[in-house]
């Protein structure tokens, strides 16, 4: 409320001693809600500028500890929970907004971010007051609707003394004792699985390598993986937006570096978010320019003049380029509906799509996925042009070196510790990890499979032109499914081609982790 209605309202002739009364008074005006209050939920609705009708008193303010101030200046302490009614605003009002810092940009009101699923407990009015008005599209919240269940422990709980967890896109709560902090832990759970990059969750590692003690880990298993740090961090800085920002002190002093990791995620998604808007509103004109009309009776295609000035420095959301067709001669390619395009960083590579269209070709066809199969066959039948098409193709990845023995950034097939976060070997680590292949979960069992166990053996593979010898060599890049492997040979080998395969020990298999399907074979 506006502090010139809050003035009105401590003025209006209302019996505080009765508070049904009082709801029933108020309800005429303004929009209100009642019910049994903790002292937090109490101030939170202060601080919102909602003032809170106890038995005696319209309390407008708050002091240290549980100290409040009503209307009249006086102090009184509340240490309890109690019986209130909170003026949210006044009735021809919607709602009452979450107020969020600057830093954290606002999205425009959309679907409730907090679902309530299954509750068997007497009071969730916390849950209600705090998260209850929660809309998705603040940059500190997931993409999407979470489902909170307020559950009664069962034996296992109990037993491992589990007071809450994610599970899917549910929220799962099983004890009362600040439940809306286990919430906010949860809720970061969430967003490290749904929006860190592989890059943040190495820096959230690197910082839980060299973590120092700090306050705001109150209990050991805060502290047990890079996730959880993330967790605890992301806890206390929601909580100075929703609850007090306070917290936002004690967390700046406590974890000063955390808090900037945090910060530079919230940045990189806020960016992310402004690229994709921006992408909406011009994918089209991009999808024209590539997908150009032909004229028959000119003979040429057709584009809208000065198109390629207005596209060219678009920037492409990361949605976008996990589309990955092919890697050809150092290039990335990725799929654009119908057409196939290099890229450079994140945005179309133009100057490589034109010299592409130079590149001389015996033929083309479709490969069904809308993009081309070329053949380039014997250009010309010279020794020098055949001596290439039967030489081996010699990288997965252009003119990249396989990850070998030495490498400063290198991990073997049996330990990833230091390349990959700890969920590469968790359920979800096709989806996080994939290329978003049908083949992504055959890698990542065979990850699995290798992990802690440096004789494991395992088969490698890798696409050849059909006149190379059939030896994978040391130091060559090979990868773990014969998937994969066939997938390169479509895209990457000019002519026939054949797989070839080889069974190695785990520890022989080396990544730098840039993918979970391609590796340096590097016997000892």
């Given amino acids: 409320m506006e502090r010139h209605e809050i003035i009105k309202l401590s003025k209006k002739n209302i019996e505080l001693e009765e508070l049904e009364k009082a709801k029933k008074i108020l309800e005429k005006d303004y929009i209100i809600s009642h019910g049994q209050y903790e002292p937090l939920e109490l101030k939170k609705a202060i601080n919102e500028h909602n003032p809170v009708l106890i038995r005696g008193h319209l309390l407008t303010g708050f002091d240290k500890g549980n100290v409040f101030v009503d209307s009249k200046g006086e102090s009184l302490t509340i240490d309890k929970m109690v019986k209130a009614v909170i003026v949210e605003g006044l009735s021809n009002r919607e709602s009452v907004s979450v107020k969020i810092p600057e830093e954290v940009s606002d999205m425009p009101p959309g679907d409730y971010f907090a679902i309530l699923g299954k509750n068997e407990w007497d009071d969730i009015s ?91 880990y109150e209990y050991e298993w805060e502290r047990e993986t890079e996730e959880e740090i993330f967790c605890t961090i992301y806890k206390w800085y929601v909580k100075s937006i929703l609850i007090n920002k306070s917290f936002y002190n004690i967390l700046e002093f406590e974890e000063p570096k955390g808090l900037k990791l945090l910060q530079d995620v919230f940045t990189r ?19 024209e320019y590539l997908n150009p009309k032909f004229d028959v009776t000119s003979g040429k295609y057709l584009r809208k003049a000065g198109a390629l000035d207005r596209i060219r420095d ?22 654009l509906e119908k057409a196939v395009v290099p890229v450079r960083g994140n945005r179309i590579d133009w100057e490589n799509m034109e010299k592409a269209r130079l590149t001389k070709y015996k033929s083309k066809k479709p490969d069904g996925k809308g993009g081309w199969i070329y053949d380039y066959g014997d250009r010309g039948g010279g020794k020098e042009n055949k001596k290439q098409s039967e030489q081996e193709d010699d990288s997965y990845k252009g003119s990249h070196q396989p990850p070998k023995r030495g490498d400063d950034v290198v991990g073997t097939g049996d330990n990833l510790s230091d390349i990959f976060p700890d969920d590469i070997y968790s359920s979800n680590a096709a989806s996080l990890y994939g290329h978003r292949v049908s083949y992504d979960q055959k890698a990542i069992d065979v990850i699995k499979s290798m992990k802690g166990n440096p004789d494991k053996e395992i088969t490698i593979y890798r696409a050849v032109p059909k006149s190379a010898p059939d030896e994978i060599r040391g130091n060559s890049w090979v990868t773990i499914t014969k998937d994969y492997a066939s997938q390169h040979g479509k895209s990457n080998i000019h002519g026939e081609y054949k797989i070839i395969s080889k069974k190695i020990k785990a520890n022989d298999l080396l990544t730098d982790g840039d993918s979970i399907h391609e590796w340096g074979y590097s016997p000892k």
């Avoid at 949860?186 to 060299?210: M, P, S, V």
């Avoid at 998604?269 to 999808?287: F, L, N, P, T, Y």
């Fill in 126 to 216: 916390l849950f209600h007051g705090v998260l209850g008005s929660l809309r998705v599209g603040p940059v500190f919240l997931p993409p999407h609707s979470a489902i909170f269940n307020f559950l009664k422990p069962g034996k296992e709980q109990e037993k491992k003394k589990i007071v809450s967890m994610l599970s899917g896109v549910n929220i799962n709560v099983y004890s009362p004792d600040n439940y809306i902090d286990n919430c906010f832990h949860e809720i970061g759970h969430l967003f490290w699985r749904d929006c860190l990059t592989f890059d943040e969750k190495k820096a959230f590692k690197d910082h839980f390598k060299a973590l120092r003690p700090s306050a705001i």
């Fill in 314 to 335: 678009i920037e492409l959301p990361s949605t976008v380029l996990q589309n990955i067709a092919r890697y050809e001669g150092g290039i990335e390619f990725i799929r």
């Fill in 269 to 287: 998604v806020a960016r992310d978010r402004q690229i994709a808007d921006i992408w909406q509103g011009a994918k089209s004109e991009v999808m």
